[in-house]
């Protein structure tokens, strides 16, 4: 089925993934190259460059932060339109390009069309879309980033994860009524539970997380995610060392200074 143009709008402004891609992107890649170590390490080579990062593991960090838009972008059709992207590393393209505020990345599918729920069995439909795009699809991927960058793969999974929790609770609070809300949890549960489980086999899901929470600086009623696993921004250029507020790093000792900081202005 042809997604409805409001639904695209939504898949390119928020996830950066669309059928037109980026306006000048200077760097392409076949997803499905990405799985040849010698593609991989040119990539994350490239790309730590732009973000001015200090080691390869950035590049490959940060790229996984962006594969869980395309991750996003299907929990989002199937929970709020009911309709499944078609997704293959083979059929999207990644683009990059430079910004002065630093590099973008986008993603441009050969077609973004999408598979309609069925009346019956939705749960059932639901771990069949799952195991094709975690299992199938990200799981090689991920391991292509932890070869190439030499970072271990639980910690590129929990940095996905993390994002994904996050993006799944703005979903929440924007649904518009119940039902929506309800599917959006439900749905969750099902990739977190039935497909955790399978892609981590005997080893601990790392998709099922009890988070640790810590009041916002901004907003004391707000509480935040700390993070699974550190995104590494400390080792680019712009970071200047300076850790994330919600960085497993940080002591809470450490945390609780950065929050005077940020409410007085001195960082």
Request: proline fraction near 4%; include cysteine.
């Amino acid at each position: 089925m042809t997604l409805q143009e409001p639904v695209n709008q939504v898949l390119e402004q928020r996830f950066g993934l669309s059928e037109t891609g980026i306006a000048g992107a200077e760097h392409r890649f076949r997803l499905g190259s990405l799985l040849r170590l010698e593609e991989m390490s040119r990539f994350i080579r490239i790309y730590t460059e732009a973000l001015k990062g200090s080691h390869i593991d950035v590049g490959g960090m940060f790229f996984i932060a962006w594969v869980t838009q395309v991750c996003s972008a299907l929990q989002y059709t199937v929970s709020c339109h009911q309709a499944a992207l078609n997704l293959h590393l083979d059929q999207l393209e990644l683009q990059l390009r430079h910004h002065s505020d630093g590099p973008a990345l986008a993603f441009r599918a050969d077609s973004c069309v999408g598979t309609p729920c069925p009346a019956d069995n939705r749960e059932e439909w639901l771990s069949a879309i799952f195991h094709h795009w975690y299992i199938g699809q990200v799981k090689p991927l991920i391991a292509s980033v932890s070869e190439a960058a030499g970072i271990p793969t639980a910690q590129l999974w929990a940095q996905l994860v993390t994002r994904l929790y996050y993006t799944i609770d703005v979903m929440i609070g924007e649904a518009e009524d119940e039902e929506t809300r309800s599917r959006i949890k439900d749905d969750f549960a099902v990739l977190v539970h039935r497909i955790g489980p399978r892609i981590f086999e005997k080893k601990t899901n790392l998709l099922d997380l009890n988070f640790k929470m810590v009041e916002s600086p901004a907003d004391p009623d707000r509480l935040l995610r700390v993070k699974a696993a550190c995104c590494l921004y400390y080792k680019t250029e712009k970071a200047c060392g300076n850790y994330c507020f919600t960085c497993p790093k940080l002591s809470d000792k450490d945390r609780e200074e950065k929050r005077r900081k940020l409410l007085t202005g001195t960082l």
